[in-house]
């Protein structure tokens, strides 16, 4: 399974567009790339998800060179409700890796005004 | 709508004493999960069903058993508790294994 590693942590200010960029050197043609938000207290979130290139939605962007080796979450013009951990996770949509889902350790992000 | 939903939100045990938490879903999913998550350590997949009727191992099963006689509910059990598992315990569920997953608020157990 395509273990992963971000950043422990990263400071912003805000109306900054941060990047947190994920490593992933072992990931398989099947796997897709996801990401969670969490706050403290509450389960984590889902942001975004994607395989290839570029993805777009509301909140975040997510860019996967052409190797897959690695991704990048784009929070463009973050706020202090940004302050958050986000997760990096890898695996195969057929399911067979779903047991060893890793959500490992995050990115605590920390905005400050 | 409700979403996800843990029972109970806090809890204190003895060692060695049992307990049951509860997850319950209201999206009409079919696959579940149970995780713990330590100081430091992110969360960890303990185990997980694919749907009614099916569970399987995690990452870190010891210790735990679950049931999932329904599809909207999946439990997690603890036989004899151990301080070791004094954890902050999250459920989750999604509507296909790539599918993103939603998670409860999570169980805060302590076990002296």
């Known amino acids: 399974l395509a273990k992963t590693t971000q950043p422990i942590s990263m400071d912003s200010y805000e109306g900054q567009e941060v990047n947190i960029t994920c490593s992933h050197n072992?990931?398989?043609?099947?796997?897709?790339i996801t990401w969670y938000q969490q706050f403290p207290s509450q389960g984590p979130r889902f942001i975004i998800q994607g395989y290839k290139t570029k993805v777009t939605n509301e909140v975040a962007s997510l860019f996967i060179p052409a190797d897959r080796k690695s991704s990048t979450l784009s929070l463009p013009r973050v706020s202090l409700s940004d302050t958050a951990v986000y997760y990096c996770l890898v695996g195969d949509p057929r399911g067979s890796t779903l047991g060893r889902l890793y959500f490992g350790r995050g990115t605590q992000l920390t905005v400050w005004p | 709508n409700a979403g996800v939903t843990q029972t109970p939100k806090f809890r204190v045990l003895k060692t060695g004493q049992s307990m049951t938490l509860l997850c319950a879903q209201d999206m009409n999913h079919e696959y579940m999960y149970w995780y713990r998550q330590d100081p430091g350590m992110g969360l960890r997949l303990i185990h997980y069903?694919?749907?009614?009727?099916?569970?399987a191992k995690g990452e870190v099963p010891d210790g735990y058993n679950v049931s999932r006689l329904k599809k909207q509910n999946f439990l997690l059990g603890l036989e004899s508790a151990a301080p070791s598992q004094t954890s902050v315990y999250f459920c989750?569920?999604?509507?296909?294994?790539?599918?993103?997953?939603?998670f409860g608020d999570g169980t805060r157990l302590s076990i002296l």
């Open positions: 989750a569920s999604s509507l296909g294994s790539s599918q993103p997953q939603h």
């Open positions: 072992n990931i398989a043609t099947n796997d897709y």
């Open positions: 069903s694919v749907g009614e009727g099916t569970t």
